[in-house]
Structures are given as C-alpha cells and as structure tokens.
C-alpha cells in the first residue's frame, strides 16, 4: 500500500489514466488554437473541444451549446452570479443563498453587496439542511438570483435541488447551482432538476485542474448574463479567451467515463465509506455530521472526535493518512469551519471534527488501514486525557 493513503477526494482527485491519454496529443501534436477558422489545426482542435462539449453536456442533461467552459468552477460562479446580476442594468438586485456555500460564492456575493446589492445568507439546521418556508419567505421583488449549492464540499450533504427549483419557478426567479462537489459523482440532471445556471469543474472528477463549466440554460428561459471578461468573444461571447484544449478535452473524457461508471462505483464508495464509519462509530463520542442517508454523498463523511486533540491527531496520521479539517482553500487558517458552524457545532468540536472523502482508486485495505490509524489515536488520546502519558495495556 502506497502511503500516505490519499482520503481528500473531494478537495481534488488524481487524473484517470484514461483521461490523461486522451489529453497527451493535445499539448504538441494537435495543437492548434480552437478559434483558428482557416486551417486543419483550428479545425481539429475545435473538433476535439466539440465532442468535450457534447460529453459534458450528456452528463448533466443539457445541450452542448449551453456549456461555456472556464478555469474552474471558481471563475464558473464569479461569472454566473455577478453576470446576472449585472444584466439587470441600473437596478440593485436582491441575492438569496446559503451560509455553508464555498467561498466561490459567499466571497461573489459580497463584492456584489459591497455595490449595493442586497443578499440573503440563509441559516442552516444542524444536519446542513435548509427550512424551504425561510427560502421562500425571504422572496422579495426585488430577487433575481437564488444560489444554492448541490452538495456540500466539506460535509457531503445534498440539497433538495427540485423543490428549490420549484419555490424559484413559482417566483420566476432564476436558479443557480455550485454542483462542484456533485457533477460526475450522483445523477444530476438540469432539465428534470430544474436548474437555470450551473458551474463544475474537471478536477474534482478526474478530469485536469484549471478547467471547469457554467451550464447556461438556453430555453425556458433563455439566460443571458453579462461577461466577465471581455476579449475575443469566445463562448458566445460569454468567456473570452484562447480555450484550453488538452484541459477541455480532458474534462469531457473524464465526465464520459463518470457517465459509465457513477453509479457503480457510489455503491462501491459507499460500501467502504459505511465500513469505515462503522469501524470508527465503535470507538463511542464520534458523531456523523449531516448524516442523512437520502441527502449525502456516496463517498464522504465527516466526523467529530470528542476527546481528542485534532492539531495532534492531523500531526500524528500526516505519515499514514491525508484527510482534511475543512475545504483546501481554507485548510491553511486556523479560524474553525464556518461550514461546521452555521450547522450549530461548538467550536471546540469543530477543532476536532475532519472530512474523509474516498474516490475511485481509494481500496478496501487503504480504508481499513484508515479506520485502524484513527481508532489507535483516538483510543491513545483518550486515554492520555485520562491517565497521562502512560502506554495503553
Ligand atoms: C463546492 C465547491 N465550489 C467551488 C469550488 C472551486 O472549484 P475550482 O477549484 O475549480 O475553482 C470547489 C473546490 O474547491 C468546491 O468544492
């Protein structure tokens, strides 16, 4: 077994093999620019990002036409949320979205309130949910945008995306989806989901880093959004910018091969995920947070300690294991999880609380070897914490 035993999947995942061979032509071989209109290099290249377009598009339910691809789901949500904004020219639209989102589009939605623009943070209960009456009751209008994410980056917990989508219907009020943590794992589907705007990004399904999607739907209705960054009119003119080919390519080979094999491979995860939080539930005082079988992810769980030390315990694993206390992008801070504590938890558990998230090389020794890791170490801490620094007989 290769250590450390990688368990931070959903902070980003390896680059299927099959994937990366369907890219490797496209740094030097086929090279050519996708925009290039008089000559087989252009042609090739915008072919390649063509059949990218189509299998993106096959696994999320709409036309390929209403891809717009970017470099990330970061720069994906930047576009969709201020864009349609934006297009409101003059007026200050009203934002409705939610306290646990990425910072993708908690830090978007305050530069738009720093321009006046008001915005919703609705609260969540303590299993991540939302109350759908406070989404509804905080309609104003003046909303022009409810942002709500699919799934939960740090807590694997998935939104009722239909019945959002049915409240914004009802107000005919666009809604927009961070699906960054769901695309490519569980079926999401943005025709019978109801979705308006919706972004993703390659590497979190196997797919390269620097490449993501915003789904703009084109009929009932049509959404029209504002670029955010002028060029040459790329992508409709939504997104400037000579297309990242190999990274394009990449991206729709990887949603192909999660088209094929999501669902067989949830089940999988979800065996190893369920073996892991049994072996750990054993130990007593660790808790499951969002836990709710019908709105979680296959392939992740996040767990809180009691009676550990969590700096120590992360210190002591970094050899054996590599999992993470919150998100990668605010790993480096010691502030704790704002996710873990919109959701009610104490911050002296939430110091003491991680995310695990397998993938698709994640094994069956890899996670036992896990759960026997973190049950020695929450057994030696608890035991430290109550008779010193003697070894456990
Ligand atoms: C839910 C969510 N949204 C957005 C992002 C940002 O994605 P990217 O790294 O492609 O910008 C991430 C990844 O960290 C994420 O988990």
Redesign the pocket.
Known sequence: MKLPVYLDY?ATTPVDPRVLEEMLPYFSLKFGNAASRTHAFGWEAEEATDIAREQIAALIGAHPHEIVFTS???EA?NLAIKGIIENFSGAKKHIITVATE?K?VLDTCKALEKNGHPVTYLPVNTDGSIDLNVLENAITSNTALISV?YAN?ETGYVMPIREISDIAKKHHILLMT?A??AVGKIPVNVQLDGIDLMTF?A??LYGPKGV?ALYVRKKNPSVSLIAQIDGGGHERNMRSGTLNVPGIVGFGKACEICQNEMLSEGKRLANLRDMFESKLLALNDIHINAAENNHRLPHATNLSFQGIDGEKMIFETSSDLAFSRS???TSATLEPSYVLKAMGLADELIHNTFRFSFGRFSTESEVEHAAEVISNIVKQHRHERNFGHHPIV
């Open positions: 959903n990330g789901a970061t949500v990425h993708a994410m980056n961070d960054s943590q990004s590497h979190k993501g998100s990668a992008c």
